[in-house]
């Protein structure tokens, strides 16, 4: 079989949080498509501090090649375009005549011609690279409610709908998400999260004291998304909190306080060792229009573990409800961390381990696949 290139329109870099876009890239080249990935090209204006100038400096500089080859994958390049964000006028300007046209070259150079595009952030910088493609295929992968995001294009649900409308197909990462989906595409279809069972099944184990003494959090920490007053409040409760991931828009006066082990960012391959030593996961997002949509990519790396998870009751840890533990106020939070010993028996463990295997990410990309080639 003849497998077409693959170009996928992230909406994160390549070296940040791991997650759908990143894995699918991987799974993509490793079952012989060659495959781009294209880190994000912007969704809104970056905030003005050091760290966004480094990045900015860095992707200018690797702009200037034709883009990054990790050493791991034999078939997938990682492209770093450079394009403004699509907000103001002047940018959108000259992301139309300017840095656009030198992005399709390159990834017509590198690609070849025709590709299956996966895209990601809805915004016209990515409807402008999916018409210069000409891909044979479109895959929208809505992962996010876009109209939600903080600084998104006044106009995101007009070409969020423009490419609804375009992609011949719609995959949605959370039932919220495909209710809203199907308003447009009848056709979509759900293909929600999923584990690499056997990395994260490397921190199962048996204790039989049923005590929880350390509480983790890993992902992206911001306050747009994350409860800092449950974090605080495990803290303050007596148990050691270890967070794991890149720091966004917070204070940093949790991070100073007694019991708090801020690891920092790690890499995938290093996730399971940073985690080593945990006896629970909490998922204590803020429910609000940014969240309600989402299903966090981790849950089932959590599950996979075979540890008990308290989440906060997004729609998608309510349909999960039998398998994580849910918590509303952060009072609920600790309750529940106390009352784990009386809680847990080893059915539900099994019954975790259970769901995590069923939905690998092995399982996912082939569902994903078969979908794809129906059309092709």
Known sequence: MNKPPVVILSG????????????????FAGAGYPTVFVETTGLANPRPTADTLRKVFARVRRSGGMGEKPQ???????????????TYGIFRW??????????????????????????????????????????????????????????????IKESERELLLRADLVSCTSAHLLKKARRLRPDAFLSGPAVDYERFA??????????????????HVSRERIDFDVLQTIVEAGFHLRIVGALGSVEKDLFEMAGVDYVGEVSYAGLPAALAGVDAFVLPY???????????????????????????????????????YLAGRPEDYVEVLRDVKGLETEEKRRARLELARKN?????????????????
């Open 72 to 86: 791991a994958e034999r078939d997938l390049t990682v492209y770093a375009p450079l394009t403004a964000p699509p």
């Open 94 to 155: 000259s992301n139309a005549n300017l840095l656009i046209p030198r992005v399709l070259g390159d990834l017509r150079e590198i690609a070849g011609p025709r590709p299956v595009v996966v895209a990601y952030p809805p915004t016209r910088t990515t409807l402008g690279l999916i018409s210069g493609l000409d891909p044979r295929l479109i895959l929208y992968d809505c992962s996010d409610d876009f109209g939600h995001f903080p600084g998104a294009p006044k106009d």
């Open 360 to 376: 690998s990410w092995d399982a996912r990309f082939l569902e994903l696949e078969e979908t794809l080639w129906r059309l092709m």
């Open 286 to 324: 803020e429910i609000n229009g940014l969240t309600r949509a989402i299903s966090p990519a981790k849950t089932y790396e959590c599950l996979a573990t075979g540890k008990p998870v308290v989440a906060a009751s997004l729609p998608a840890m309510r349909d999960l409800a039998g398998h994580v």
């Open 202 to 219: 490397s921190l199962q184990d048996h204790r039989t004291d049923g005590e929880i003494r350390t509480v983790c959090f890993f992902g």
């Open 12 to 27: 994160v870099r390549w070296d940040f949080l791991w997650q759908r876009h990143q894995t699918l890239a991987t799974l």
